[in-house]
DNA sequence: TTGGATACGGAACGCTGCGTATCATAACGC
DNA sequence: GCGTTATGATACGCAGCGTTCCGTATCCAA
């Protein structure tokens, strides 16, 4: 472990990019969203954005981790449908309430032409996101509320997917998405079968 | 309805632009999509791409629009099982054996943040695909296999949500996936419940 | 047949923004 | 103090968008 040398780096002029990034993120998008005008709002010149982050896209990406990263596991609740309705509700909330919705949308165009935004995300938010809906799954299949060959990936995508479905194309995200989904799931629409 | 003058603008020149765009769209994404090359590899002036469409976004759409535009509705089967995978099918098939899969990727960017792509194409594409699935819908529940209060708009998403989120986040996007969808949208991840 | 109008492929241009380089200066360890 | 590294500022090269011009080609109408 070498020791540092010399003029230490500003903390202050770190988070400062942060901020201004994320605010011009949100303001106008990721394509027009200028490094000169982050350094700008910084107060902070552009080499010192390019000596901590290699590219627009890295420093986007950190945005993001950032925003996410306040994952919280949910708890038993004794309940399958409140964990499921909680962990879709957080979603919800994170993506309306917080800076995250509007760095999710600027930054939905990456993920899917750019690896070097798209890998990382997936390594840890989506990754994220399946292990949470597993957990509480496996809860729900012990406590006899769920089918026993239910499909964890397929259920993952079945609540998360209408929802970045509507912050993609367009559609309200209001708190009683949550519910409905969760219902769905779990009832499903056929009329009463036997099983 | 003014009479057209002097020479005719050259559907051959049109063609050739939009196969060369689409070549390089599924080649390259949207971001490294550059017009030089497109009149390059269209063998044509750029002067006469910008004659055409007035941004490189909106050929893009267009070439979204005449890829998704072959529609099929389905007809009655009999079954709202096998129509409902049907409708599924024909999207996995779409998005993964012709090229509307690597050019709906490197579109999907644009849907969020750019309205100029994402209006139009909520406005045709999306609406259509909700209709679409109001309609078998409708039949399910008038054939007694669907329960009355099933949600048109929710249904939707479950259905297509997941097949999206797949090809944003990836994730296997096989045949196999629009069976699963449907069983788990009928039957639901409950253990059996009077109803 | 001829002339006006429009499109053609090709080339050059201005502009913007990314990422790099270079400055004099500031803040640290030794 | 002295060497080292970071800082804010500014200038620069480069690439790509969208525009403009050119000489030529193709249509319609007179």
Known sequence: MPIRRGRP???????????????L??????TRLKLEHVAAR????????????????????DL????????IAIPDLGSTRDELETLVGSII???????LGPVMRALLSQF??????GDPFRATVVRARREEVARVMARGVA????RPDADVEIATELLVGPIYFRLMFG???????????VETLLAGYAVAVER
């Open 25 to 30: 993120l949100i303001e106008v998008g990721f």
């Open 171 to 181: 559609g309200d995200l209001s708190p009683r998405l949550g519910p409905q989904l």
């Open 93 to 99: 909330r994170a993506l309306t309430m917080t800076p």
């Open 42 to 61: 910084a107060g902070v010149g552009k080499a010192t954005i390019y000596r901590r982050w290699p590219s627009k896209e890295s420093l986007a990406l």
């Open 112 to 117: 899917a032409g750019n690896p070097a935004i």
């Open 64 to 71: 993001l981790l950032e925003l996410t990263s306040p994952y």
């Open 9 to 23: 780096r500003s903390d202050a002029a770190h988070q400062a990019i942060l901020d201004a990034a994320r605010e």
């Open 143 to 146: 406590r006899g509320d769920l």
